[in-house]
């Protein structure tokens, strides 16, 4: 604009000055190299002017045909992304149908000129994957990092398929790698919860137990019942490399709320018995049932391998004292009493436990009590019955 105004200008200057000059034109000599070039001043001034003139139609010639070849460049470009935008849409379809041959080659195909290039080789890992190639998927994921390496995305992908692929190890190095910039994340959560479960590294999986509860990805069941699973896994491995004594330390560090928990007594109790270590755990046992008459914790007392079998027949008497019936109690002391020859004692708990709540093991105790009483007619009476409620019922 300002070019077009000074050459308007001077156009103006030329039609008012040169009839001025007409009489009085004056005169330029130019010499170079030993040539020489003669014009009045006026011949001079409008050559200037016609010169300026056509470099400013030569520079917007040249700007007309930039924009040309720019609008061309544009309309190629905009048809390859339309194109990469249909061949990626048309690879997500075959990701959900489960085409993984073609859609890895639809969306590998449009990742070059794609919108969401990272999307693009996601879709190709997991179609690389379901169909065994590691290698792929590997490099998928590698030029989506590259695209950004801080993408979470590329993160929870990579974990997500190396989990399916039991690269547990692997899963949890990368999802390490992000958990601090994103330690609220549910997925990385979960994720890293079953890597936790399936590499039975139960500390660990104890240590993020809070975090999933507090993220709402966990309902209170759900975290007791996995609280029970690591706790009872992580019984079992002290018990297998530090045997009895290490496993009594470690139910000694417990909290007070873990202790009286049945299940994790109940794992307890099971541990140090394959140890040989019964009279330890009928101690934590008693203790426990003194707090809370549990009968998955009764049932527990006849299992016990004791050199004297009184201490435990007192610890249920005393229970009956405040449940008197109690089925389990009974069937406990009978089972106790039959072991140590006590047949009369053993008979009247069994056929009470039977009163109050028929089992088919208690009929088989009783009847055992019942032929070493030589009561063969009330043993037979009983195998009958027994047998009748060991079997399904008729329609």
């Known amino acids: 604009m300002i070019k077009l105004l000074l050459l308007v200008a001077a156009l103006i200057a030329g039609i008012i000055v040169g009839p001025m ?9 130019i010499s170079a190299a030993n040539q020489t070039l003669e014009m009045s ?20 010639l040249i700007k007309w045909l930039l924009s040309l070849s720019s609008v061309t460049r544009g309309f190629f470009s905009g048809r390859k992304t339309r194109k990469a935008r249909q061949l990626t849409s048309n690879g997500l379809v ?42 792929q998927r590997d490099e998928y994921l590698r030029l989506a990092a590259e695209l950004d390496s801080e993408s979470l995305a590329v993160a929870l992908t990579r974990a997500r398929l190396q989990c399916r692929h039991h690269q547990y190890e692997e899963a949890v190095a990368t999802l390490q790698d992000v958990k601090g910039a994103h330690p609220r994340n549910p997925l990385l959560l979960e994720l890293l919860k079953q890597c936790y479960v399936a590499l039975e590294d139960w500390p660990a999986l104890l240590g993020l137990l809070p975090a999933l509860k507090k993220h709402g990805s966990l309902t ?15 019984m079992a ?15 000694n560090s417990l909290s007070r709320k873990a202790k009286q928990n049945p299940a994790l007594v109940t794992c307890f109790v099971h541990e140090m018995c394959a140890r040989n270590a019964d009279s330890e755990a009928y101690t934590v046992l008693r203790e426990a049932l ?10 527990l007392m006849p ?6 079998n009184h201490p435990a027949i007192v610890t249920l008497t005393d229970l009956l004292r405040y449940d008197s019936s109690n089925a389990t109690t009974h069937s406990a002391l009978g089972q106790l009493y039959l072991r140590d020859g006590k047949y009369k004692e053993a008979r009247t708990h069994l056929e009470k436990a039977i009163e109050l709540h028929p089992s088919v093991s208690d009929y088989s105790y009783l009847v055992e009590v019942l032929e070493k009483l030589n009561d063969k007619a009330a043993a037979n009476r009983l195998s009958r019955e027994g047998l009748a409620l060991a079997l399904p019922p008729k329609i």
């Open 220 to 234: 209170e069941e759900q975290t007791d019942a996995l609280t029970v699973k690591a706790e009872c896994g992580l």
């Open 41 to 60: 001043l006026t011949t001079l001034l409008l050559l200037v002017v016609v010169l300026f003139g056509l470099f400013f139609l030569l520079e917007n």
């Open 303 to 308: 299992t016990l391998k004791l050199t004297d």
């Open 237 to 251: 491995q002290i018990s297998q490399h530090s045997g009895s004594d290490g496993l009594m330390g470690h139910w």
């Open 21 to 29: 000059l007409a009489g009085n034109q004056g005169y330029v000599l």
């Open 94 to 135: 075959k990701v959900l149908e489960g085409d993984w041959k073609q859609a890895e080659k639809l969306v590998v195909k449009s990742a070059t000129h794609s919108e969401t290039p990272l999307l693009n080789y996601l879709a190709a890992a997991e179609a690389a994957q379901e169909q065994g190639q590691f290698h």
């Open 290 to 299: 003194r707090k809370k008459i549990d009968p998955d914790l009764v049932r």
